[in-house]
């Protein structure tokens, strides 16, 4: 587990922008069961394609006109309880930190993993997000 004094910034980049942090495994389950409506769920990291690509690239992709009705996010290494749930609601994808996925109506519909982000711009990332948005909310 990280210091909470030196992921508290890393996550305010995102719950600062609307993203609301999840900490127990009843908050991600509670809203990853709900049958309707569009969720954005960004496993926050560290590491620095985090920080360079994932974080940023999900902020560009909400200036879409289409965009999902909730943004949360779980922080790898700090919500451990938040991260292990979520990522039961994101299989068959092994676990990936950081990744994005995209849930409708209470179904994965798009998911991006580490590898995805690796190495892309956030432009790119922003690009594939609004890709997805467009097409399922």
Known sequence: MYPIEITTPMAQELTDFGFDGLKTADEVTALLSKKEGTVLVVVNSVCGCAAANARPGA???LE???KPEQLVTVFAGV???AVNKAREFMLPYPP???SI???K???LVHFLERHHIEGRSAEIISANLKMAFDHYC
């Open 64 to 66: 879409n006109e289409k």
């Open 79 to 81: 919500d451990k309880e």
């Open 96 to 98: 990936s930190s950081p």
């Open 101 to 103: 996925a995209l849930f």
């Open 59 to 61: 902020k560009l992709a």
């Open 105 to 107: 109506d209470g179904k």
